[in-house]
Nanobody
Framework: VQLQASGGGSVQAGGSLKLSCRTS???????????MGWYRQTPGNQRELVAELTTDGSHYQDSVKGRFTVSRDNAKKTMYLQMNSLEPGDTAVYYCKIETGYGEYWGRGTQVTVSS
C-alpha cells in the first residue's frame, strides 16, 4: 500500500489549500472500510492528528474545526483535506495515514506554509 500526499504550498493568512492523499496497492473494499487521517508535524514536536474519517464520521482537532474539511472519494481511492482561513499556526508538514486490517501506512509529507 502506498500513499501520495500532494497539494501543499505557501499561502498568506486567510488563504486556502486543498491537500490530496492518493492511495495505490489497496483494493477498493479495504479502502472504503479503513480509517484515514491527516496529521501534521512541526520541527521539534510530535506528529498530531488534524482530521480523520472513521466509521463514525469525520473528527477534527479543535483548532481546525470550522476551517478544515476532510473527505474521501472512494472511486478514486483518495482522501482530501480542504483547508480554509489558514493561519500561521497551521504551518507544518502534513501527512496522511490509512489504517487497514493488516497494518497502517503513511504517505510522505507535504509542506504547508502560511505567512502573516
Amino acid at each position: 500500500v502506498q500513499l501520495q500526499a500532494s497539494g501543499g504550498g505557501s499561502v498568506q493568512a486567510g488563504g486556502s489549500l486543498k491537500l490530496s492523499c492518493r492511495t495505490s496497492g489497496i483494493i477498493w473494499s479495504v479502502f472504503v472500510s479503513s480509517r484515514m487521517g491527516w496529521y501534521r508535524q512541526t520541527p521539534g514536536n510530535q506528529r498530531e492528528l488534524v482530521a480523520e474519517l472513521t466509521t463514525d464520521g469525520s473528527h477534527y482537532q479543535d483548532s481546525v474545526k470550522g476551517r478544515f474539511t476532510v473527505s474521501r472519494d472512494n472511486a478514486k481511492k483518495t482522501m482530501y483535506l480542504q483547508m480554509n482561513s489558514l493561519e500561521p499556526g497551521d504551518t507544518a508538514v502534513y501527512y496522511c495515514k490509512i489504517e487497514t486490517g493488516y497494518g497502517e501506512y503513511w504517505g510522505r509529507g507535504t509542506q504547508v506554509t502560511v505567512s502573516s
